[in-house]
């Protein structure tokens, strides 16, 4: 037997292992936003105790590597944008906690 594709329309049903590709790419994306709008707060928060460029520098990178993860997620690259988020996440807190007095 073959596997049918599905009627225009219509969304392939999600594989028992997990999520389908459309919610994958969803949850990535969704997480993203959050994570930028948290980056964003967190660096008025960092800005207001002290102005500094490495301060800008750091959170500003973060918030970059969010909108990049935000845009491979719409075109189908998934799992490179969650490395990226990751390695992109643990970089800008070990740079924080090195680079900034």
């Known amino acids: 037997m073959t596997a049918e594709a599905p009627a225009s329309g219509e969304t392939p049903a999600a594989s028992p292992e997990g999520m389908s590709p459309r919610q994958a ?5 969704a997480a ?11 660096l008025a928060v960092r800005l207001a105790s002290r102005t500094s460029v490495l ?3 750091v ?3 973060a918030m970059i590597l969010c909108g990049v993860v935000i845009e491979l997620s719409r075109h189908g690259r998934t799992r490179l944008g969650t490395y990226l988020l990751g390695v992109g996440l643990v970089t800008a807190l070990v ?3 090195l680079l900034l007095p």
């Open 25 to 29: 790419r969803l949850l990535r994306i």
């Open 32 to 42: 993203a936003s959050v994570l930028l709008a948290a980056l964003a707060a967190v």
């Open 95 to 97: 740079a924080d906690w």
């Open 55 to 57: 301060v800008v520098g």
């Open 59 to 61: 959170y500003g990178l």
